[in-house]
């Protein structure tokens, strides 16, 4: 395989000539940011707002509004407040047609 360099950036990129990245090197030198997301995400949660004279903060909002759904009986809001209480449960898979050596108790 043919090395092709690219040295008009900082960045080195090294492609074969099919176009794919060399093994060890990769496309996005500096990689994904770290948590941008969700350190935004944390931020607007801990925002509050007034509502009818209250003060209260998005994360109360939010789970104010589950309870609500869940109690009118939508089955995706009352999945989602168990998934966080309870944790997720664990996926059973049983198996059909296992033979089993038969125990006689006299």
Request: without cysteine; glycine residues 6%.
């Amino acid at each position: 395989m043919e090395k092709k360099k690219n040295t008009s950036s900082k960045h080195e990129v090294i492609r074969n000539e099919k176009g794919q990245y060399m093994k060890g090197y990769s496309g996005n030198v500096g990689g994904r940011p770290k948590n941008i997301l969700t350190k935004i995400l944390k931020e607007k949660m801990l925002e509050e707002v007034l509502i009818e004279d209250q003060w209260i903060n998005t994360a109360d909002l939010i789970v104010d509004q589950a309870i609500q759904l869940a109690l009118e009986g939508d089955i995706r809001a009352i999945k989602w407040i168990f998934e966080r209480v309870e944790g997720r449960p664990i996926l059973m898979r049983f198996e059909e047609n296992v033979e089993h050596d038969v125990l006689i108790i006299e």
